[in-house]
């Protein structure tokens, strides 16, 4: 027996409805308090009445009823004001607060499922249960996952809000960036937006050549001798550039064109960037204020200088091509970058049309097609837009596999008769 399994059967109320502490005095839940996930009792708030008297307080749990001393809990002022002592097993009978013993208050059948479920080697536990889940089950818990996600992208942004003194530009920059790169340059993508700020880019954004030698030479693609007149061009503008800003370059080695497509190489992925800010300028705010999703995506509808149209490389002449950003580019870009922006925003200033906002920008963007994503539409798990396909990603990363399926609502829908299936 774990204490986690525990505060599943109290939470969701799945002990037996005739309960009793140890002395034998009857236990009614009226209401089961919060879970704490900080130090001190594992409920709060609760509210119970034992025998005749009504008690508003809190809640610990043990697997053994000795556990209480084996923690110190007797000496802990933060345990005065528990009220009930759940236990698995009452092995000791020198506890002064009510106890109330679990150990055949609650159906074995629940207990099997959850081992079963964990220790199980499939990608998610459920794989083979899944299907049974109605619709309306998994929209509403993928929404909550969605959000679940958003607020954890929310603290990334405050950190960086924080680091950079809330220039929300700055930090719109930087996410856009590290999403550019997709997942193989993003870590690139993000040091060449930290060691070379917006506000130096925007200081010469009204010359796109300028912009291009800012970004190419601080990512190190102009550290070589090549006659080219067009890196001739770039590399006389950064010199002066260099200079000015006192920029150290990184080394081109950082950026990794293995297997990849050439229309994702990182230096057509940098032309892209600078005519993108060449275009916009400072554009969170304009996103911020744009009515329509139209709007935003036009955005990012930018034109990158001739070279590029017949480049994906230096030095390396292909056949011409419009090298616009692509729709799975900017879906990346807004779902990664955009969205999360937008929903902390609105958290932050108190503003819900920003976060509802967000909201609808992911319903209106077409989902994301990755591994995962495949994976659960194979098992018959389909995502119709990115706010279905962002729950799906949290579930797998913060619930499958992490084995944490009782705080899913799929294992409790799929173990109770009280669920939708």
Not at 32 to 59: C, H
Not at 276 to 287: P, R
Request: proline share 2%; glycine share 4%; hydrophobic share 40%.
């Amino acid at each position: 027996m774990k204490e986690n399994f525990m505060y599943y059967l109290w939470e969701n109320r799945l002990l037996s409805n005739s309960l009793t502490t140890t002395d034998g005095r009857e236990v009614v839940i009226l209401k089961t308090g919060s879970r704490n996930t900080n130090s001190g009792p594992d409920f709060v708030d609760a509210r119970i009445k034992i025998g005749e008297t009504l008690w508003a307080g809190n809640v610990e749990m043990h697997v053994l009823a000795s556990d209480w001393f084996r923690h110190g809990h007797q000496d802990d002022k933060a345990y005065e004001n528990v009220v009930l002592h759940v236990v698995y097993e009452y092995d000791t009978d020198k506890l002064s607060i009510p106890t109330l013993e679990i150990v055949d208050k609650f159906s074995l059948d629940i207990y099997r499922h959850y081992e079963s479920f964990v220790q199980s080697q499939r990608w998610i536990p459920c794989e083979k249960l899944i299907d049974k889940v109605h619709d309306f089950t998994w929209m509403s818990w993928s929404e909550r996952l969605s959000m679940e996600r958003l607020e954890s992208q929310c603290n990334a942004v405050m950190l960086k809000l924080e680091a950079t003194h809330y220039d929300w530009e700055e930090v719109f920059y930087q996410f856009l960036m590290r999403y550019f790169g997709l997942k193989t340059n993003n870590e690139a993508f993000e040091r060449l937006a930290i060691m070379l700020p917006l506000r130096q880019i925007l200081k010469h954004a009204d010359n796109l050549l300028q912009t291009e030698a800012f970004l190419f030479g601080a990512a190190g693609f102009l550290e070589n001798d090549s006659d080219e007149p067009y890196q001739t061009l770039l590399r006389r503008e950064f010199g002066m550039l260099r200079q000015k800003f006192n920029i150290i370059p990184m080394s081109a080695s950082q950026w990794k064109f293995l297997r990849m497509r050439p229309v994702n190489f990182p230096t057509l992925r940098i032309a892209q960037i600078a005519a993108l800010f060449h275009q916009n300028g400072v554009f969170f705010h304009t996103i911020r204020d744009s009515p329509e999703i139209s709007d935003i995506r036009n955005m990012f509808d930018v034109k990158v200088s001739e070279y590029w149209n017949i480049h994906y490389v230096f030095d390396k002449e292909s056949r011409f091509y419009e090298k616009r950003i692509g729709d799975i580019v900017i879906n990346t870009l807004i779902i990664n970058a955009i969205v999360p922006l937008l929903f902390c925003y609105g958290k932050y200033y108190g503003l819900d049309n920003f976060t509802n906002k967000s909201l609808s920008l992911l319903e209106e963007t077409a989902t994301e097609n990755n591994v995962l994503i495949r994976k659960f539409g194979a098992i018959g798990i389909r995502a119709v837009n990115s706010l279905q396909s962002q729950g799906l990603l949290r579930l797998y990363e913060h619930y499958c596999r992490c084995r944490r399926c009782l705080e899913c609502r799929i294992f409790f829908v799929l173990t109770s008769k009280k669920g939708g299936c």
